[in-house]
């Protein structure tokens, strides 16, 4: 229950979108491969809307960045939480802003890892805003185990190879859900 109305978070993302002004898009989802690159590919077949990063600031009330620091709010709680639980050093302005992920049926994410050469992560943190499809779970296959998300659900988890992790194919619906890295 880490969002208290996260289906206002849906709202408001598909809200953003449609705005007249240069809205952010809903675009095909890019991975960082090991030489730095960034493309559309494969391994991650959703859509996804870049937010501003979260920042304070009273000169610029966009709804963008509204939605970022309202969102950042929430994660932050979580991530400072878990990294005193674990003894976990991040520097919390090192975020790049977040991602709204939007999976379809039959999108998917495959099994990857969030640190690497080109992407130097330690926390990752992914937020659920609705639980009304199935399928999409998120999966940790060295692990063997499965997460089952529910609606204002954040997950938050090392960056590293003991993590691997994947976001199963959408079965039925459509499953949004916000993801950040420090």
Not at 136 to 159: C, M, R, W
């Amino acid at each position: 229950n880490a969002f208290p109305n996260p289906n206002e978070l849906i709202e408001a993302s598909e809200m953003l979108h449609s705005a007249k002004d240069s809205p952010p898009q809903w675009n095909d989802a890019t991975v960082v491969s090991p030489d730095g690159s960034i493309s559309v590919s494969q391994v991650r077949t959703n859509k996804l809307m870049f937010t501003p990063k979260p920042r304070n600031s009273q000169n610029d009330p966009t709804a963008e960045l509204f939605f970022s620091n309202e969102i950042h709010k929430h994660f932050s709680v979580c991530v400072q939480d878990f990294a005193r639980r674990f003894s976990v050093s991040f520097d919390e302005n090192t975020t790049i802003g977040y991602q709204v992920l939007k999976y379809s049926t039959s999108e998917y994410y495959v099994a990857h890892l969030d640190d690497g050469p080109k992407t130097r992560r330690t926390i990752s943190a992914i937020g659920y805003l609705n639980d009304d499809y199935e399928g999409g779970e998120l999966h940790f296959q060295d692990k063997n185990f499965t997460y089952y998300p529910f609606a204002g659900d954040i997950v938050v988890l090392p960056s590293g190879a003991q993590y691997r992790h994947e976001a199963k194919p959408v079965i039925e619906g459509t499953k949004y859900s916000i993801v950040n890295w420090w």
